[in-house]
């Protein structure tokens, strides 16, 4: 698909061959080594990357610079690591990457920050890793902590943006601040519909990192991109931004699933298909539904035009995704998405109301323990949501509601796109 000259960076080439192959879709990285090399060649740079850091869709960014004889003193890793084979939450050790020998400093865990020690021999930092585009992903929070530490030590920020594959909406709740925390920090929506680097102009220009400090920050865009697409019009191989987001169908419900992870619902760790199905062992009419539909011959149906099929899966360990998922070896009853609707509304509509399902189902259960366990009002960034799964409020008063708080961030969020 792309054009195979891989050797043109080790030739001593300073700009990557056009081709009839390039990419109509070009990542920040590609135009940086294209165009703006010669600015960064005395620098000393770091670089906050993991494995989704490809150029070209062939070698690592870290590498190709090296091999561009550039001024590389370290590498900062977010959650799942600089080569991306963590599952989420593990504590990531920081010491050296064996593959270059650089040094690799992790910035999850205990060490969220960069600190000053880590900037002392750094000129400016390179930011390379393709996000989901949802508040709760933690490479945004990775981002607002390194913007913080190069304001404090005056280090200069280069972002080199990526398409956000959720890029095309807004949706979901804001975050009220009582709930802020590393998988919440601002009051956006879930979904806020900005690249990293759309979303670094904000952050840096109205005054959110701690003191209202600003840092030295330049964006490289993409080339080609606009909001409205969908990955699938991006023609770039999908590289999983984390272990468990295989697929870009898995990252388009990663929004919707993700609350289930603050509940008694299995997302699908453990399976072939995380964040594409949900499903608990106690769900007993979904268990139904699936022997009915077997015996009726009927395989899908449509929730709020997003097609789904019943899912019976059995979780299993799994190294590096899933080590402990939750119900091993149980069979879990629920739905598998197949797609995803043209409407980001109905993404939402759907996803709360099989989150209603599983609440009344489980209710049902006589489970003593509550459904909404602590984590969910982090990743809901609120105890709204909660209180009207509880209450049994409608999914469109809910959902008018969220709507109706965008105002004000849809205006917000104009003045720093990028992109049309």
Known sequence: MLTTASTWWACGQTTRPISQDTPQIQYGAEILIQQKINLIQHKKIAIVTNHTGRVFEQI????????????????????????GEAEAGAHILGGKDMQTGL??????????????????????????????????????????????????????????????PNGWYIGGPMLDSAYASFVGLHNVPVVHGMTLG?????????????????????VIPCAGYRHDMRWADLNRAWVPPSPNLPTALSAAWY?????????????????????EQVGAPWHIAFKRRIRTDSAEGKSVYSVYGNTFQPAAFMPMPI???????????????????????????????????????????YKQSGNPKPFFQPFFRKL???????????????????????NTAHAPFRGLRKKYLLYP
């Open 60 to 83: 690592h960014l870290v590498d190709t610079l090296m091999a561009l004889n550039l001024n590389i003193q370290k590498i900062f890793a977010p959650e799942h690591g600089f080569r």
């Open 103 to 164: 040094p690799l400093i992790s910035l999850y865990g205990d060490n969220k920050k960069p600190s000053a020690q880590d900037l002392k021999d750094v000129d400016l930092i390179l930011f390379d890793i393709q996000d989901v585009g949802t508040r709760f992903y933690t490479y945004l929070s990775t981002l607002v902590y390194v913007m913080e530490a190069c304001a404090e030590n005056n280090v200069a920020l280069w972002v080199l943006d990526r398409p956000n």
């Open 198 to 218: 759309e979303y670094a102009r904000m952050v840096n220009a109205e005054g959110w990192l701690k003191g209202n400090i600003k840092c030295r920050l330049e």
């Open 255 to 275: 929004p919707v699933f993700c609350w289930y992870e603050g509940t008694p619902v299995s997302v699908g760790r453990g399976t072939d298909a995380p964040f």
């Open 319 to 361: 190294p590096g995704k899933a080590l402990q998922p939750l119900y091993e070896a149980q069979t879990c009853y629920g739905v598998r998405a197949l797609d995803h609707n043209t409407s980001g509304d109905s993404i939402w509509l759907a996803g709360l109301q099989l989150l209603g399902s599983f609440h009344q189902e």
């Open 380 to 402: 809901a960034g609120n105890a709204t949501l909660e209180k009207d799964i509880e209450s049994g409020k409608t999914t469109a008063s809910i959902m008018a509601a969220w």
